[in-house]
């Protein structure tokens, strides 16, 4: 498989991203799928370490290109109050908001779920965790994070953490714009607040029902380089090689990043 020819921007996403089957693709985690539960295993052992780290806690929680997962915030719904979640694409808003308000026929999380809640060493706090998550978010917003402006006319008070994973590499066609992404994202955090960044390394592509999506191929430096230049002190950054061959995606790596945004001058 190769990358799409010309790079699959937002209005890619609005029109050929399908919520369930990305879901069922990348975030069904079972026994039959071991090669497959890696990439989630890798990322969700990620969370889980930066989220434990002293300095990340607070009040609000901004999740930046949230698609319709929540994987993400599981360890972070431990250490923040209220979490904002945001991304341009309507399906994907909507199919978060399905799980949010526990509607027949939204993706069953619980073996994630259960995952983390045994990283953090009781698995049996799923369902009191779930609940936790279902309580704190409290916005699903649209946002484009190509723009200065990535929330447009909605202002947001600044957050004390930003999370994003799998998404400026996706709706970034070079270094340039994922740079100016960053720079834009880090205007919703404020000045002594947090980044917490998943990206994947070495990636072009990403597919799932036959359908395939670019990718911005990063190195662990470039992705450091740009979160330094957009504002922010890189305090933590672990890149992880990927090793599973799979005709899904070309990702050779995953790094998890934590920054902190300099006051401002
Ligand atoms: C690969 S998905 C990642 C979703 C989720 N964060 C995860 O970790 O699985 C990429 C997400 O980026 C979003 N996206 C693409 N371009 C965007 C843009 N310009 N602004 C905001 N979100 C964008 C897509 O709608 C999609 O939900």
């Known amino acids: 498989m190769d990358a799409p020819a010309i ?5 890619f996403y609005q029109q050929s991203f399908d919520p369930q089957a990305y879901l ?3 975030y069904s985690m079972s ?5 497959a539960n890696v990439f989630l295993t890798q990322n969700l052992k990620s969370l889980h370490k930066m989220f434990s780290l002293d300095e990340l806690r607070g009040g609000t929680l901004i999740d930046v290109g949230c698609g319709p997962t929540i994987y993400q915030l599981l360890s972070a719904c431990e250490r923040f109050q209220e979490i904002i979640a945001l991304d341009y694409t309507d399906q994907n808003r909507r199919e978060l908001e399905r799980w949010l308000r526990n509607e027949a026929g939204a ?3 619980v073996p994630v779920v259960k995952y983390v809640c045994e990283l953090e060493g009781d698995r049996e706090k799923w ?19 190509t723009r200065a402006n990535p929330t447009g006319a909605v202002s947001l008070p600044p957050a004390d953490c930003i999370v994003s994973t799998l998404c400026l590499e996706g709706a970034c066609k070079d270094l340039p714009t994922f740079r100016s992404a960053l ?5 919703l955090v404020k000045p002594g607040g947090h980044l917490v960044l998943v990206t994947v390394l070495g990636e072009t592509y990403y597919a799932f029902n036959k359908q395939v999506f670019s990718c911005l191929r990063l190195e662990k430096h470039e992705v450091e380089a740009a979160v330094e230049a957009a504002g922010f002190e890189v305090t ?5 090689p990927y090793t599973v061959s799979e005709e899904r995606m070309d990702c050779r790596g995953t790094l998890g990043l934590v ?3 300099r006051p401002s001058v």
């Open 107 to 109: 993706f069953d999380w």
């Open 236 to 240: 933590f950054s672990e890149a992880q």
């Open 24 to 26: 069922k693709e990348y």
């Open 7 to 11: 790079f699959t921007e937002a209005d």
């Open 183 to 187: 720079r834009n994202i880090g205007t």
């Open 259 to 261: 920054a902190r945004r």
């Open 31 to 35: 026994d039959s799928r071991e090669g």
């Open 127 to 145: 369902a009191e965790k779930q609940e936790k998550v279902r309580k704190k978010v409290k916005q699903v917003l649209k946002c484009d994070v």
